[in-house]
């Protein structure tokens, strides 16, 4: 079992910038992989970025691209979504979530957190 809890959510203007954090606990050393993604009222839940647990490989939507950064805090389990040059449309809930085994779902997920960005 893998625990995941994000942080770091809030309200920010456009152009501003966050930092979300994901903490994982448990068997974290069976993670393969962490993505992020995001739901917006009354939309589906959809594809933020992707990073191999060492995040030596990062993947990102288009929507996001140049804009947000996936790191990971050497030593610790902790993963960041860096969020820069926010728009109203990056408003969401985001979740964290990971898989266990490479070609599988990610079959761990967060509560989520919440990003407002005013215009």
């Known amino acids: 079992q893998v625990q995941l809890v994000e942080s770091g959510g809030g309200l920010v203007q456009a152009g501003g910038s966050l930092r979300l954090s994901c903490v994982a606990s448990?068997?974290?050393?069976?993670?393969?992989?962490v993505a992020w993604y995001r739901q917006a009222p009354g939309k589906d839940r959809e594809f933020v970025a992707a990073?191999?647990?060492?995040?030596?490989?990062?993947s990102y939507a288009d929507s996001v691209e140049g804009r947000f950064t996936v790191s990971r805090d050497n030593g610790k389990a902790t993963v960041y979504l860096r969020m820069s040059s926010l728009i109203p449309d990056d408003t969401a809930v985001y979740y964290c979530?990971?898989?266990?085994?490479?070609?599988?779902?990610?079959?761990?997920w967060g509560q989520g957190t919440q990003v407002t960005v005013s215009s």
């Open positions: 448990g068997r974290t050393s069976s993670i393969y992989a």
């Open positions: 979530a990971v898989k266990t085994v490479r070609s599988g779902p990610y079959n761990y």
């Open positions: 990073a191999t647990w060492i995040c030596s490989a990062a």
